[in-house]
């Protein structure tokens, strides 16, 4: 049975956009859930990653909790990189379809001098092309939070089609290299915090499908 982690009940006035107009952030006036489907990736085991929808539906958050990668006398050779991919059921209301305008992704890193990181992502819906994966890189020294952002030209988002079930999903990748750093050191990046739990947002476009012939 699938788990719906979040169901955001939301009631508003709003303007709806006009069947074959400019697609934008106005988000549909009734609730959408997301329906977890599978969780998979040795950055994300079982119980590490929970999904939910933001209260104006114009966001959803992946929330991680054990998503780290690292190098150093205590890691294992396997340990240097780590991957989640995520494939959900995004339930909107009848007429509507959406995209993903942008990405929000934040977490802490500390690299010894001469050791790097990076972190990448890409996202497709069931059956469509993959977009390309961005990329953001990270050079010690360096002990600190991160933040990096992934935006789609308008014209250029990919809508979910209307009328069909595609699943969308979401491949992540952290990954440190020692290079020339102190081996007997670790350096490491997470998208993880303090408390357990760290977020990454994907902000959703949405568009009002045409009426069915």
């Known amino acids: 049975m699938l788990n719906t982690l979040a169901a955001a009940a939301f009631a508003m006035s709003t303007i709806i956009i006009p069947p074959g107009g400019a697609p934008g952030d106005t988000p549909p006036p009734d609730h959408i859930t997301i329906d977890v489907v599978t969780i998979n990736g040795s950055g994300c085991r079982a119980g590490t990653a929970a999904v939910a929808v933001s209260p104006d539906n114009k966001a959803f958050t992946v929330t991680y909790s054990e998503f780290m990668a690292q190098v150093g006398p205590q890691a294992l050779p396997t340990d240097f990189r780590k991957n989640c991919q995520l494939n959900l059921r995004v339930n909107v209301p009848s ?6 305008a942008s990405t929000d992704y934040r977490g802490f890193a500390h690299l010894e001098r001469g050791a790097t990181a990076l972190e990448k992502a890409n996202y497709y819906f069931q059956g469509m092309s993959q977009t390309a994966y ?80």
């Open 95 to 100: 007429g509507f379809t959406y995209g993903i």
């Open 134 to 213: 961005k990329q953001h890189n990270y050079k010690g020294p360096f002990s600190d939070d991160w933040q990096a952002t992934d935006t789609t030209d308008v014209a250029a988002i990919v809508y979910h089609p209307c009328g069909e079930k595609r699943n969308f999903n979401i491949n992540t990748e952290l990954r440190v290299m020692a290079g020339t750093s102190d081996k007997t050191l670790t350096s490491f990046i997470t998208m993880d915090s303090t408390d357990g739990s760290i977020e990454t947002t994907y902000h959703f476009a949405w568009k009002v499908c045409p009426p069915k012939p």
